[in-house]
């Protein structure tokens, strides 16, 4: 009994040294894409825009950013989510395709809505001139199916800065004025084409290392689709300069693209020119003068000794003439 009295005090200092086990800490860095959903942060590999086709016909441009997916072919747009399985660097994509229901080829702008058909990806990401910039698999639907292949076109590093879209872009029969607002941007469209089509919103930076801004569209309304309130979306700058977006209202969408149409630096570059052009004809109309009035003193020089010269010859006619006839 005394040896049992004697090892409860030496069990108890014994627990007491063994340290409580903790759970593992989770390490793991993730991203929260648009729709809410926790990734693994290795999905922003697919981050880009990307080129391509689909059963190698026609051309299909496609937006990847933190597993949503944006893109659109020449008769259809799509939306959807996108995976990455690092350790066999294979992509799915699962992607609701809608047909046009207005698609305005010369303004480019092609709005979606109605039905949609499921279409799901499977792909490799491998690299060809540059890390991770080839997409290439098969697709399949419920009644069809066939082949991708996508190719960033090298433009997601080229950063973003909201002084790079201030100022107007313009499309056939639209026109955009961007300003800036605070420390974001303030954007309103207006069609010349379609009677009281307009739209309204806001841009705001991301990440300036990447060239995707964020975009939130007001409202837009009077066009011949896509009329929605609180729409959202992003927009970039292509490698051919353009402003792109990508916008979405539920199940609607809207693609659009919008070249360089003029800013408050250029209306200052037209200043200037008009101002140097001024300034060069009043400088050509003072040597013009100036060359008037030397062509008219030399004019005026030489007819006064024109008519010095005719007076002293008269005079000497006159002369010889009158001593002739005295010496005669």
């Not at 499977?122 to 419920?142: C, H, I, N, W």
């Not at 060239?211 to 896509?226: A, G, H, P, S, W």
């Not at 300069?241 to 360089?260: D, I, P, V, W, Y």
């Not at 010269?309 to 005295?326: L, R």
Request: charge should be negative; proline fraction near 1%; glycine fraction near 8%.
């Amino acid at each position: 009994m005394r040896r049992l009295l004697f090892l409860i005090p030496v069990f108890f200092a014994l627990t007491a040294c063994i340290p409580e086990l903790q759970p593992e800490e989770d390490t793991t860095e993730t991203v929260t894409n648009e729709e809410g959903t926790e990734l693994d942060s290795a999905i922003q590999r697919l981050n880009g825009l990307w080129d391509g086709q689909l059963d190698q016909a026609g051309t299909l441009r496609v937006l990847i950013y933190n597993g949503i997916v944006y893109g659109f072919d020449e008769a259809s747009g799509m939306y959807g989510s996108s995976t990455l399985n690092e350790s066999g660097a294979s992509v799915g994509m699962t992607l609701k395709r809608y047909a046009f229901s207005n698609a305005e080829a010369e303004a480019k702008q092609y709005a979606t809505s109605g039905a949609a058909t499921t279409h799901t990806f499977s792909g490799l990401l491998f690299p060809t001139q540059a890390d991770d910039d080839t997409l290439v698999g098969d697709y399949e639907t419920s009644t069809t199916f066939g082949s991708f292949t996508l190719s960033n076109d090298g433009t997601w590093e080229n950063g973003s800065d909201l002084a790079q879209l201030t100022g107007l872009w313009t499309a056939t029969g639209y026109e955009l004025y961007i300003t800036q607002v605070d420390n974001h941007l303030a954007f309103r469209e207006i069609s010349s084409s379609v009677t009281g089509c307009t739209s309204s919103g806001f841009i705001d930076l991301m990440n300036a290392d990447e060239v995707i801004y964020e975009v939130t569209l007001t409202e837009r309304k009077n066009c011949n689709d896509f009329n929605v309130e609180d729409a959202a979306g992003y927009a970039t700058i292509t490698a051919a300069g353009e402003l792109q977006f990508f916008l979405r209202k539920n199940t609607a969408l809207l693609f659009s693209h919008f070249s360089r149409g003029g800013s408050s630096e250029d209306s200052d570059s037209t200043a200037d020119d008009a101002a140097d052009d001024s300034t060069g004809d009043t400088a050509d109309d003072s040597t013009d003068d100036a060359a008037d009035e030397t062509s008219d003193d030399t004019t005026d020089d030489t007819a006064d000794e024109t008519s010095d010269d005719t007076t002293d010859d008269t005079t000497d006619d006159t002369t010889d003439e009158t001593t002739d006839d005295t010496g005669g």
